[in-house]
């Protein structure tokens, strides 16, 4: 796991606590991070199945 200095907004450290229910600026950034992953993960999940559900055109009636 790789150290960082970085200036935090502690209303927004304190608020993402109290969601978050962490204890420390630490666990509460990489839970956050871990939730914005999934959150991603998730999105990306959904946008390939809407995809794959998708009626294409055959790829040579594509440029007819």
């Known amino acids: 796991m790789g150290k960082h200095l970085v200036d935090i907004d502690e209303a927004a450290l304190a608020?993402?606590?109290?969601?978050?229910?962490?204890?420390?600026?630490?666990?509460?950034?990489?839970?956050?991070?871990?939730?914005?992953?999934?959150?991603?993960?998730?999105?990306?999940?959904?946008?390939?199945?809407?995809l794959a559900r998708r009626d294409l055109l055959a790829r040579a009636d594509a440029w007819s």
């Open 15 to 50: 608020a993402a606590q109290a969601e978050l229910k962490t204890t420390t600026a630490e666990e509460t950034v990489n839970e956050a991070l871990r939730l914005v992953c999934m959150q991603r993960s998730d999105r990306v999940t959904a946008s390939l199945d809407r």
